[in-house]
Each structure stands twice: as structure tokens, then as C-alpha cells.
């Protein structure tokens, strides 16, 4: 990316120090956010090594920065017990209901949890946005002894090499100076994030779903990058500037294409 303006998009930052990207955007993130393969929840469920001391299984999870609990409802599947932490109570408030899901308002670096009480802790596509120094200690101390952590990200969604230009002109040269620097480390894939875990390979997983034009502008409505902009620009739409060029590369609105978002997971223990 280029032209990143240091601290541009960085968001509202309240007395605990959050910088709240999302909560303007909570209900288009609610809504046009996709969702993540059913392949990588089943791998994370067999990460846990052992049963716990005293022969209980593994049952509780902790889904961090969990935004409207996309992650933490498909965790809900493989365990009994999830606490969905974030920081933004507006976030939660889109939440859906499950009756072995907690949300809580919480920061990523104090989850109020025990210690020892996680068998696994996932974050879905925001810890780039953590103070990793304050987090990674909350994670170990979270964590049940043979436990686990996961942490994944996507970039720009593919569609095809029409659709994927206007994508990338719009994301690199018209909110591109909005985007925060913790960007960066989406960029690149979580490679240079620091991880201090002993790591676990993870499968190749991509994100995919079939949209309509519609679905796919709400989605990149959905970037904070484009909610910067348009607070710098009086409230305009940034997304006016290629909404010709999507549209004709798109095709007829109605048409459903197959949208693609490749993850990269660091795991450990």
C-alpha cells in the first residue's frame, strides 16, 4: 500500500486507550462481512492437546476481538462453552444470539477471564490492531496448560482480474493515505507480525462466497479506511469514485460471481 498517513483512520480512542475502528460501520460489518470455511473451525477444535488435568476435555474457548461474533458462532460448534470478548459494545449490540456464546465488552489486553481457563483462544482478522506486548501475556495467562491460539487474516477479496483492478485502485489510490499502519501487517500476511508461540502449520483455507453486486459494494463499504475518508471529505461517499467502473466490470447487478479471500493463519501453542 501506498501513501499511509500515520494515525489516518485510526478511529475515535477512548480513556482505555481503544481505538474504536468499527463501531460507526457495525451494522454494514454485521451485515456484509463474509464468513469464514467450516474446514478452519474443525482444525482449530483438534489444536488442544490432551484432556485437562483431572481427565476433563477441552470445552472452553475465548474468541477475541470477536466484532458480531462471526467467529465465535461457528466455535460454538465444537465447544461448549465460547466467551466472545471486544471492545466495541456497538459491535456486540449486532451480535446473533447462541446459547453457548458469552459476549462481553472487554479489551483484547485484559479479558477479564481466569487464569488457565482457555483450551483455546482465537482472533479473527484484529489482532493487528493489539498492544501484542500486553496481549501475548494475557493469552498465556488465559490459556489452559496444553492450549492453543490462532490468529488469522485475509486481504482484498479476488472476484477476477477486471473487478480485482478497480478493487485494488480503490483500496491503494483512494482511501489508501486512510488506512491505519497496523495495515501493513494484513498486507503481509501476519508474516511479520511477532507470534511467540511455538507454531503449528496451518492448512490452505480461503474464505469464499457468492455475491451480487450489491452485497459486494456493501462489503467494501464496510472498510475504515472509507469511513476516514468520508469523514475527511464532508460525508461523501468514497465508493462513488468507482461505482462506474465496478458496475461495468461487474456485469448485471443481479449477477452472483464467486468472491475469494485467501487466509493466513499463524497458529501455536
Excluded at 73 to 92: C, K, N, R, S
Excluded at 101 to 122: F, H, K, M
Excluded at 164 to 184: C, L, M, N, S, T
Amino acid at each position: 500500500m501506498t501513501n499511509v498517513t500515520s494515525g489516518a483512520g485510526s478511529g475515535p480512542t477512548d480513556a482505555r486507550g481503544f481505538a474504536d475502528h468499527f463501531s460507526a460501520l457495525a451494522d454494514r460489518y454485521a451485515r456484509y462481512r463474509p464468513r469464514y470455511p467450516a474446514e478452519l473451525f474443525a482444525w482449530l477444535a483438534t489444536l488442544p492437546t490432551g484432556p485437562r488435568p483431572g481427565g476433563r476435555l477441552r470445552t472452553h474457548a475465548w474468541d477475541c476481538g470477536t466484532g458480531s461474533g462471526q467467529a465465535a458462532m461457528a466455535l460454538a460448534g465444537h465447544f461448549d462453552v465460547v466467551v466472545a470478548t471486544d471492545a466495541a459494545p456497538a459491535q456486540l449490540a449486532r451480535a446473533t444470539p447462541h446459547p453457548r456464546v458469552a459476549y462481553r465488552a472487554a479489551l483484547g489486553e485484559a479479558s477479564g477471564l481466569p487464569d488457565g481457563w482457555a483450551d483455546l483462544v482465537t482472533v479473527a482478522q484484529a489482532v493487528h490492531w493489539f498492544d501484542h506486548d500486553r496481549f501475548w501475556p494475557e493469552v498465556r495467562r488465559v490459556l489452559a496448560p496444553g492450549g492453543a491460539v490462532a490468529v488469522w487474516t485475509y486481504d482484498l477479496a479476488r472476484v477476477d482480474p477486471a473487478v480485482d483492478a478497480v478493487v485494488e485502485h480503490y483500496y491503494r489510490e483512494v482511501v489508501g493515505a486512510y488506512w491505519p499502519p497496523q495495515r501493513k501487517l494484513v498486507e503481509g500476511g501476519y508474516r511479520e507480525l511477532r507470534f511467540p508461540f511455538a507454531e503449528i502449520a496451518p492448512p490452505a483455507l480461503s474464505m469464499r462466497a457468492e455475491w451480487d453486486l450489491e452485497h459486494f459494494h456493501g462489503f467494501l463499504g464496510t472498510w475504515s479506511a472509507g469511513r476516514a475518508w468520508s469523514e475527511a471529505h464532508g460525508g461523501a461517499d468514497p465508493l462513488a469514485a468507482i461505482a462506474g467502473d465496478l458496475g461495468a466490470a461487474w456485469g448485471a447487478p443481479a449477477r452472483r460471481r464467486s468472491v475469494t479471500w485467501p487466509l493466513a493463519i499463524r497458529a501455536g501453542r
